[in-house]
RNA sequence: CGGGGCAUAGUGAAACGGCUAUCACGAGUCCUUUGGGAGGAUUUAUUCUGAGUUCGAAUCUCAGUGCCCCGACCA
């Protein structure tokens, strides 16, 4: 893409309003925009990086035999009075109408899958669907962290006996493990024994470190599994007893929810029991909150390569040079002829410093810049983000250097 | 929901109750520039909304709205 034609900015200074690193870093180069707390736009840079984490997560659903479907948002109250949900203070209500918006869909799915799961033959049977959820939270904070609208990934489980739930419920694990790891995450990203709140006896929760999180978890040496604060009595189920205090953000969480949705809305099999339910979200918007947090510098964002919007920022020091300009649109199309992703900085009315300096807020992982100097060598010059060396590429050896 | 703070151009800031609301960056036009945010000329506002005090309000008072932070809350 060039970015002449990019109708984004990118912005030398923060919005006096936002403290939250990654809220300042995405406005500043462009890949979001507040529109108010806790309600963002997701430009298309920002787009582009929330995609790349949906696909992966797609992916590892589908992977393990999850099938995707669209709920609506917009939920009549009928159901969400029968589990005693409708007032409560997460939900969003329309003035006038007996509807809501959706925060979370048992009440959704239990019932449609009773008339899809008829006997045991049906079992088990596992739907996800990737949606915008709406949360009335009392305090929106840390940018796209916390939002009253965000992009969520709900997964839920039908089984007719425990020892079934519990293989999924590994499955699961796993898979979240993969999707985190592929999100560059994997060092940083603890399973974690968890409360179960209002939904289950307990859980476990995917919670990545970073400052910029709202949660306190002890990791255990022996195990490496970590333990949240809310549950935490100083012991591990390993036996472990020293630990590591860290603050870390939510990025999943799985359930064992029980029978508590299924016998409410009469989901059972042809003997008459309850079927077994679980449930497993990850919030998309605020794995690329997370993801910002964790990878940073003093110069602006550095995306791990699978989510990065471009893999290759492509920069033009062309000086206003006829010559040097379709040189540059030259290296363009060996790069996307390569099956590049290539963000082209063909912009005419930019300082080097200017265009340098955006590369570096933008975070896309390799840098390619072509410039007087470079072409006298018939080269290119290559640096990665996170690095700062840089090294001299001939032009004809790029196809198989990059 | 308790406590605290803030609201002035696209962005960031300045302005004692008093002159035409100032500056930087960005953006537009013209010219000169191009390896780390370059220079000159020129253009760019209903000071969040409503009421009040006053000869006079960006500035003081009241109400509303919005935003941020701490806490409580949190699939």
Redesign the pocket.
């Known amino acids: 893409m060039k970015q002449s034609n990019l109708f984004t900015?990118?912005?030398?200074?923060?919005?006096?309003?936002?403290?939250?690193l990654n809220?300042q870093l995405l406005i500043?180069g462009g890949f979001i925009d507040?529109?108010?707390?806790?309600?963002y736009t997701f430009l298309p840079l920002g787009l582009r990086v929330l995609n790349k984490i949906e696909n992966i997560v797609r992916e590892e659903m589908n992977n393990i035999d999850a099938q995707e479907l669209l709920m609506p948002s917009l939920l009549p109250e009928d159901n969400w009075q029968a589990t005693k949900r409708w007032n409560v203070?997460?939900m969003y209500k329309i003035k006038d109408e007996n509807l809501g918006l959706g925060?979370?869909?048992?009440e959704v799915i239990t019932p449609l899958m009773k008339k899809h799961i008829l006997s045991s033959k049906d079992l088990p049977k596992f739907v996800y669907q990737i949606q915008s959820?709406f949360?009335n939270?009392?305090?929106?904070?840390?940018?796209i962290l916390?939002g009253r609208e965000f992009l969520?990934k709900?997964l839920?489980s039908f089984h007719n006996n425990e020892k079934s739930l519990d293989e999924y419920y590994e499955r699961v694990k796993k898979a979240y493990a993969k999707i985190y790891e592929r999100c560059g995450l994997k060092e940083k990203t603890y399973l974690t024994l968890a409360?179960?709140?209002?939904?289950?006896s307990s859980?476990h929760e995917f919670q990545t470190i970073t400052p910029a999180g709202?949660?306190i978890i002890y990791i255990c040496k022996k195990c490496g599994m970590a333990i949240n604060k809310e549950v935490f009595d100083k012991r591990c189920e390993c036996g472990g007893k020293e630990f590591i205090e860290e603050k870390a953000i939510?990025v999943g969480?799985i359930?064992k929810?029980g029978t508590?949705?299924s016998e409410i809305f009469g989901l059972k099999d042809e003997g008459g029991k309850p079927l077994i339910?679980g449930?497993?979200?990850i919030?998309i918007s605020r794995l690329v909150g997370a993801i910002v947090e964790v990878f940073n510098d003093s110069?602006?964002i550095i995306w791990p390569e699978t989510v990065a919007p471009f893999s290759v920022h492509l920069i033009s020091?062309?000086?206003?040079?006829s010559e040097i300009k379709a040189k540059s649109d030259e290296i363009y199309s060996i790069l996307q002829n390569s099956n590049l992703e290539v963000l082209y900085d063909n912009r005419?009315?930019?300082?080097?410093?200017?265009?340098?300096?955006?590369?570096?807020?933008m975070g896309i992982p390799l840098?390619v810049?072509?410039?007087?100097?470079?072409l006298e060598k018939e080269s290119?010059?290559v640096?990665k983000r996170k690095e700062e060396k840089?090294e001299l590429v001939k032009i004809k050896d790029l196809k198989n250097e990059i």
Do not use: Q
């Open positions: 900015k990118t912005f030398k200074e923060t919005p006096r309003d936002e403290v939250s809220a500043r507040k529109l108010g707390a806790g309600i203070e997460e925060w979370t869909h048992e959820k949360r939270e009392p305090r929106a904070k840390s940018g916390r969520m709900d839920y409360g179960g709140g209002t939904f289950s859980s709202e949660d939510e969480n359930f929810l508590k949705y339910m449930c497993y979200g919030g110069k602006g020091l062309d000086g206003g040079d005419d009315d930019k300082t080097a410093g200017e265009k340098l300096n955006d590369c570096d807020l840098r810049v072509v410039s007087k100097k470079t290119v010059e640096k840089t």
